[in-house]
């Protein structure tokens, strides 16, 4: 996914690695299940934080924003380690300020533009919490991962991410000494695309280089780096998961060509997305030639909400086997719908690709072969090394417009000029335009996902058909 351009329009919040106290930090509740068998679950007490990125960040004395627009405050900023020194990141307002809400036990809704006393916020991304201080870290190999997920409100352009990033339990709160807040205000994020519009990294401000590119964001010299499973990508009309395993093994700073930027694409730590292509071993059913299975109406129906199962099959069928494979189901109305599979069925099988409806290494070199992607992915260790990472993955959820290509990749046809009818180019049937972030934050300010009822535990042991 592109996420590195994702702006915070926001006018005058901003983040340091201080911790301010204008606003006390609450954690809304998101309890969660654990389970062992059908029916067999119990309940765990967590919490959602906001990511540290889209905090007020101002000097520890008082009001002044060390970050405004697009731009560090020089005087509080002169560097890195002064202004992690100068900066302090506040509590949040979730619901008034960020739109996240908890409309019932178990249930996170995320509005993708809220107004609010600064002008308006949009998107957001929020990570899952075991405590006050720390992230709740999950083992995913041998275990399936399921929520309930509403898309109905969340049209072309747009996309509601679930997904696992490698990152510190604390937020690197023990491993960086310029962080004084760590995973209690959301530090310490990192991903596949070694984002570099991370505004402090390894505690420490990214002021090198920054350079504002819309809105009120920027980029600067560091990316933050590490292993991302995306679970869930989607909107209405289109849906993806996809492993993306890097080379580190921990969240690592980037700097230059380990960033994996333009004619470095394929030098940098991690198998990331380009502009060019979609990186990563994805399953999409659209891309994957099956075009009437996710949607209104359809096989797997987005007007209402839908159970979305994803499990990692390792090949002794243990929790520190290698994994092998990462399949899908969906449950709704009380059936269980397995993944859709590259067979003919009315739609085109597409030629070289075996009929399988799961993630394998096989299944990534058969599809970039039949696409002409390079399989980066298999050169940064492929499903073995995505599932070292799975070891100790903390959970996303999030919802964002695309700054960079408009969320093409996902729901329209991409790259925009290839010919569609090429095999990989169409990814799901939205206009090219709908995503564009003007476009689709004016028409559609009003959008919102909810994901609930999260259930993670054994094989088979989250969901039944009734
Ligand atoms: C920058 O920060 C200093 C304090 O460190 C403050 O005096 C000054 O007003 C700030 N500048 C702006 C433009 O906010
Ligand atoms: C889980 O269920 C599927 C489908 O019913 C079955 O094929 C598979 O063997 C089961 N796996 C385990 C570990 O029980």
Same mark, same amino acid.
């Given at each position: 996914m592109f996420r590195a351009l994702t702006a915070l329009s926001f006018a005058s919040l901003v983040l340091g690695q201080q911790v301010g106290t204008n606003t006390v930090e609450k954690h809304p509740s998101l309890p969660i299940s654990v389970c062992?068998? @059908?029916?067999s679950c119990t309940t765990e007490a967590t919490s959602v934080v906001l990511d540290a990125n889209w905090r007020w960040t101002h000097v520890t004395t008082g009001y002044?924003?060390?970050?405004?627009g697009s731009k560090w405050n020089a005087t509080a900023c002169p560097d890195g380690k002064t202004c992690a020194a100068n900066c302090a990141i506040d509590g949040a307002d979730y619901a008034k300020?960020?739109?996240?809400?908890? @409309?019932?036990?178990?249930a996170l809704q995320l509005q993708f533009v809220t107004k609010n006393d600064n002008g308006q916020n949009v998107g957001s991304r929020v990570y899952l919490m075991a405590s006050d201080t720390k992230y709740r870290t999950f083992n995913l190999l041998n275990k399936e991962f399921t929520l309930d997920v509403d898309t109905s409100k969340l049209p072309c352009g747009l996309n509601g991410a679930v997904y696992f990033s490698e990152m510190d339990e604390d937020g690197g709160l023990s491993r960086f000494?310029?962080?004084?807040?760590g995973a209690k205000y959301g530090t310490g994020y990192c991903d596949s695309q070694c @984002?570099?519009?991370?505004?402090?990294?390894n505690g420490e401000a990214?002021?090198?280089?920054w350079g504002g590119s819309d809105g009120n964001s920027g980029v600067g010299k560091y990316g933050t780096c590490c292993a991302e499973m995306d679970i869930w990508e989607a909107n209405l009309d289109a849906t993806a998961y996809t492993p993306h395993p890097c080379k580190v093994t921990e969240q690592t700073r980037c700097d230059g060509t380990d960033c994996g930027n333009g004619d470095d694409r394929y030098a940098g730590m991690c198998d990331k997305d380009i502009l060019t292509k979609l990186d990563g071993c994805d399953f999409n059913s659209y891309r994957m030639?099956?075009?009437?299975?996710?949607?209104?109406?359809?096989?797997?129906?987005?007007s209402k909400p839908v159970t979305v199962v994803t499990q990692f099959i390792t090949d002794d069928g243990t929790d520190t086997g290698t994994l092998k494979s990462i399949h899908r189901f969906y449950v709704q109305n009380g059936k269980v719908i397995p993944n859709s599979e590259?067979?003919?069925?009315?739609t085109a099988k597409i030629e070289?690709?075996?009929?399988?409806?799961h993630i394998s290494d096989d299944f990534c070199k058969q599809q970039k072969s039949v696409f002409g992607d390079n399989n980066y992915f298999a050169t940064v260790g492929g499903m073995a090394a995505m599932g070292k990472s799975l070891e100790k993955m903390v959970l996303v959820l999030s919802v964002w417009d695309d700054h960079?290509? =408009?969320?093409n990749w996902l729901d =329209?046809?991409?790259?925009?000029?290839?010919? @569609?009818?090429?095999?990989?180019?169409?990814?799901?049937?939205?206009?090219?335009?709908?995503?564009?972030p003007e476009t689709v934050e004016k028409a559609h300010p009003d959008a919102s996902v909810i994901y609930s009822n999260i259930k993670f535990g054994?094989?088979?042991?989250t969901f039944t058909a009734s």
């Open positions: 062992t068998a @059908p029916g002044t924003n060390c970050y405004e300020t960020y739109g996240i809400t908890t @409309p019932s036990s178990g000494e310029g962080n004084k807040a @984002p570099q519009d991370i505004k402090f990294i990214n002021v090198d280089g030639g099956v075009q009437d299975f996710y949607g209104t109406g359809m096989t797997v129906d987005t590259n067979v003919l069925t009315g070289g690709i075996d009929a399988v409806n960079a290509v =408009s969320m =329209s046809h991409f790259p925009t000029d290839a010919d @569609p009818t090429k095999p990989g180019v169409t990814r799901g049937r939205c206009d090219p335009a709908a995503g564009l054994a094989i088979n042991s």
